[in-house]
Nanobody
Framework: VQLQASGGGLVQPGGSLRLSCAAS????????IGWFRQAPGKGREGVSC????????FYSASVRGRFTVSRENAKDTVYLQMNNLKPEDTATYYC?????????????????????WGQGTQVTVSS
């Protein structure tokens, strides 16, 4: 199993970035994929998750309305479109494979419910 996050960078407040998570080594369309972030000195925070069937999508309160998660099963890829970025969004962003197809509300943001992680991509929001 491999997950590779990309698309991070330096952006000014109010700007946008699109992260990608390319997956391989498992039946991609059978699993939910989550996005987490970790800022220096802080714990890993669940940002979003998309189920194998696209109807189930979750966002943290801090990004809802600004971030949009999507997946393209034909390309084994999940995307995180991030708009109206704020300095507090600065972190390393990770994608991860959930242990099942569709998490429940109480589980999607729990790191221990994910069994494979990508290497992370840095997002810095600064003027």
């Amino acid at each position: 199993v491999q997950l590779q996050a990309s698309g991070g960078g330096l952006v000014q407040p109010g700007g946008s970035l699109r992260l990608s998570c390319a997956a391989s080594g498992f039946s991609f369309d059978h699993y939910a994929i989550g996005w987490f972030r970790q800022a220096p000195g802080k714990g890993r925070e669940g940002v979003s998750c998309i189920g194998s069937s696209r109807g189930r999508i979750f966002y943290s309160a801090s990004v809802r309305g600004r971030f949009t998660v999507s997946r393209e099963n034909a390309k084994d890829t999940v995307y995180l479109q991030m708009n109206n970025l704020k300095p507090e969004d600065t972190a390393t962003y990770y994608c991860a494979k959930f242990v099942g197809s569709n998490p429940i509300l109480s589980a999607w943001a729990t790191p221990s419910q994910y069994d494979s992680w990508g290497q992370g991509t840095q997002v810095t929001v600064s003027s």
